[in-house]
């Protein structure tokens, strides 16, 4: 039996203050590639960017992470971003992002 290897993708990013912490490294699921029609890493990293000198609540946390949802618009669009932070890392971890139709 063999197992999934995992494909995060992994940049150092201009830093940025999410939440009061300084953050240099963003991680990007696999899991986003499934929206690969829309989305691209370069998308995600200008995403991330409008999130900088921000402060937002979780949606939710469990076993050392906190969990995010936003709405960010970029060049007329809204896209959903769900990400993390993990408690004693300063990194950002996108979970997914993908156009959010709903939103004009």
């Known amino acids: 039996m063999g197992y999934i290897l995992e494909m995060r993708r992994e940049y ?11 953050i240099t490294k963003l991680i990007i699921d696999d899991h986003v590639d499934k929206h690969s029609d829309h989305i691209t890493d370069e998308l995600i990293i200008n995403l991330v960017r409008n999130l900088h000198m921000e402060s937002q609540e979780p949606t939710g946390e469990k076993d050392g992470f906190k969990y995010f949802a936003s709405t960010i618009k ?6 959903k971003l769900i990400w993390l932070l993990e408690d004693s890392f300063l990194y950002i971890g996108v979970i997914t992002a993908f156009k959010d139709r709903r939103i004009k």
């Open 12 to 22: 150092e990013i201009p830093s940025l203050c999410i939440n009061g912490l300084i």
């Open 74 to 79: 970029e060049n007329g669009q809204a896209y």
